[in-house]
């Protein structure tokens, strides 16, 4: 069965509400500061939003039908999806097709979560029941030591180095620079990554995300009414999600990207070599070198080398991350899921809040989250273009 396009969907209005380390305000309050946000940057009235997807881990005991009542809206089509980082690209392609549909006529896909001093805590204990009943009683708790066990075993199993990782976290960081909302703003060299000090072997601290507050957040709505309410914005080409992808794989080394990437790029009309950037999602380093690879752009285990070869500044001839990615600009939640596509938007509409891709008109946005143990269970992308009207 063929799929049907995403002609005559726009996306626009990328917004971020400025990150914060720690944060007193609710989840409730970042993602209603955004839905301000949006309505104020499209110049339309809070009731025009009619539909919402909303991601986060810290609205409990609230969902996204709870928050329609404390944001006062009375949307006629919802979603809230529970997929962490890879909630981005599933509310993207969703929206789309409530546009498309008829459903709704401007979605707002918003992404927030505070952090408290206690909240991250709160969040991995509660995270899923396999943990609970896999890890936990070992003594181990939340995502280093996860990711740990993965990177070692990829390095392992490919031969990668630390140091190959290091070029790529030393990379990000000179992309957060210029990115005003970056938690990280000190340049990183590879011996400070090098000798940084150990989190959870062979992880060190710049391999690891550091948890904060914000929101992520863009509309979706039809080309006619962004062009009639004179919005610059963005066109969709192809998007693919996938959840417990390669099941009996005894350890991740690849995800649901794999499985779709043909019907990706397919779709979208375009391969890999016509990307001009990637936003991948990027809690560990070893997560952006299986998406490179499973995206297309080397072989599986490649991705080392591929790394060695290319200059993954903005500038460069890889732009990769292009705003600091979550290594440096920092995890708010369930916006580390959402951050890369609202970077591609700014980056295709001329918006960007740091340095741009120089001649970028097609941009791949990749998504993760959900990590048991072993591996993680949801993966997406999307394949943005910029809009010729």
Request: charged share 20%.
């Amino acid at each position: 069965m063929s799929r049907m396009g995403y002609d005559g969907i726009a996306v626009c209005v990328p917004v971020t509400v400025p990150y914060s380390r720690y944060s007193l305000r609710s989840a409730h309050w970042f993602c209603g500061r955004a839905l301000a946000d949006l309505i104020a940057g499209a110049g339309v009235a809070k009731a025009d939003v009619d539909g919402f997807c909303i991601s986060s881990f810290t609205l409990a005991p609230d969902s996204a039908v709870g928050l329609t009542q404390h944001l006062g809206v009375s949307p006629r089509w919802l979603d809230h999806i529970p997929m962490g980082g890879a909630s981005g690209a599933v509310a993207l392609r969703r929206a789309a097709r409530a546009v498309q549909c008829g459903d709704a006529d401007i979605v707002a896909c918003i992404a927030g979560d505070t952090n408290h001093v206690d909240s991250f805590r709160n969040t991995i204990a509660s995270f899923s029941q396999f943990a609970n009943d896999a890890v936990y009683p070992y003594g181990s708790g939340g995502p280093n030591a996860s990711f740990a066990f993965l990177t070692d075993h990829y390095m392992r199993e490919f031969g990668a180095a630390r140091e190959d990782f290091g070029k790529l976290c030393v990379a990000q960081r000179d992309n957060a620079l210029s990115t005003p909302h970056a938690m990280m703003k000190r340049p990183l060299s590879l011996d400070d990554y090098l000798n940084a000090r150990p989190i959870a072997d062979p992880l060190r601290l710049f391999d690891c995300v550091m948890p904060c507050a914000g929101a992520e957040a863009f509309l979706v709505m039809s080309d006619d009414r962004a062009k009639s309410l004179g919005l610059p914005h963005a066109t969709i080409l192809s998007t693919i999600e996938r959840h417990n992808a390669y099941p009996d794989d005894p350890i991740q080394i690849r995800a649901g990207w794999a499985m779709d990437v043909d019907g990706f790029y397919d779709h979208a009309g375009v391969g890999p070599q016509d990307i001009d950037f990637v936003q991948a999602y990027d809690d560990y380093p070893v997560i952006c070198f299986m998406q490179i690879e499973d995206l297309g752009f080397c072989p599986k285990g490649e991705a080392a080398a591929f790394v060695r070869e290319h200059d993954l500044t903005t500038a460069g001839d890889f732009p990769f991350n292009t705003s600091g990615g979550q290594l440096s600009v920092g995890q708010a939640g369930a916006a580390g899921g959402s951050l890369g596509l609202v970077e591609s938007i700014r980056q295709l509409t001329d918006q960007c809040l740091g340095k741009a891709v120089d001649g970028a008109h097609v941009g791949l946005a990749s998504c993760f989250g959900m990590i048991n143990y072993d591996r993680g269970l949801c993966t997406s992308a999307a394949i943005l273009g910029r809009s010729t009207r």
